[in-house]
């Protein structure tokens, strides 16, 4: 995209380490460069949900541009550069003799403020000028992963959210269809 910021916030997506980054410790894209690779799948996903869906709901594209897919999608996770480590766990070889595999840790404690709060908080830092559904979508990306540890208001916000910003929707949507059909665990 041509988004005022822009350039500045792959300059500081490089520094954090986003590119080579998993995208989880044990779960979809636990990998180097995983992260990344997540992050063009959902891209890839959201484009194609925004054009079908499109047709079906041609308001959906009035109120939904493809530079809001790619922003949302490509950044709702910029929050996870700098939270894993690689490390090693004890794990059981095929002779069931204890050995040390390579793993990485989770490490919350750089501005342990919240998943989808963080992806937005950084992104406004570095300079990126997001809209309103954009920082709805990225902030409530995680929906149900999420509610087990809110509060009565913020399930009443995520679903106000819901109902205001079809490009929540479009996101959880896609990030739910790659990290399930399209990536893989190692």
């Known amino acids: ?17 986003f590119f080579t980054a998993p995208s989880s410790s044990k779960f979809h894209g636990n990998y180097d460069g995983g992260l990344l ?16 869906m499109s047709k ?6 009035q109120n939904v541009t ?19 480590e690689k490390g090693f766990k004890w794990a059981k070889d095929e ?18 403020v919240g998943h989808g709060e963080k992806s937005v908080i950084q992104l406004l830092r570095w300079g990126l000028e997001l809209t309103d559904a954009e920082i709805l979508a990225i902030r409530w990306h995680m929906h149900a992963w999420d509610l087990a540890f809110q509060s009565p ?9 819901k109902q205001s910003c079809p490009l929540l929707c479009l ?5 739910g269809l790659a990290s399930s059909l399209m990536e893989k665990t190692v």
């Not at 809001?68 to 894993?84: P, Q, S």
């Not at 069931?96 to 404690?109: A, G, H, L, R, T």
């Not at 996101?171 to 990030?175: G, M, P, R, S, V």
Request: include cysteine; charge should be negative; glycine fraction near 4%.
């Open 95 to 112: 002779n069931n003799k204890w050995i040390q595999e390579p793993c990485y840790n989770v490490n919350y404690d750089n501005f342990p």
């Open 153 to 161: 208001e913020a399930k009443n916000n995520l679903n106000a959210a």
């Open 171 to 175: 996101l959880q949507a896609a990030d």
């Open 37 to 52: 690779e997540h992050s063009i799948n959902v891209a890839r996903v959201g484009v194609m949900l925004l054009e079908q």
């Open 66 to 84: 493809r530079e809001n897919i790619l922003i949302a999608c490509l950044l709702h996770d910029v929050c996870k550069a700098e939270v894993y």
């Open 56 to 61: 079906i709901t041609p308001e959906l594209a």
């Open 1 to 17: 995209t041509n988004r005022p910021g822009i350039n500045h916030v792959i300059i500081k997506l490089e520094e954090l380490g």
